[in-house]
């Protein structure tokens, strides 16, 4: 999977998260914007290994 579909699944993720705290379900988007930080600093930290960037 490359880099672009990563970010839009975390999008994804994020935006039903966003849907969810709208509509009042607190606990199911808490965890969707758990989900999305940690897969957003996963991908980040890939991206910095694969550089060489990483201390």
Do not use: C, H, P, W
């Not at 970010?7 to 709208?22: E, K, M, Q, R, Y």
């Amino acid at each position: 999977m490359n880099d672009l579909y990563k970010d839009a699944l975390t999008a994804v993720v994020f935006f039903i998260g966003l849907f969810g705290f709208v509509s009042g379900e607190f606990i199911i988007s808490s965890t969707l914007f758990a989900a999305a930080a940690i897969a957003s600093n996963v991908n980040v930290n890939r991206k910095r290994r694969r550089s060489g960037q990483l201390a």
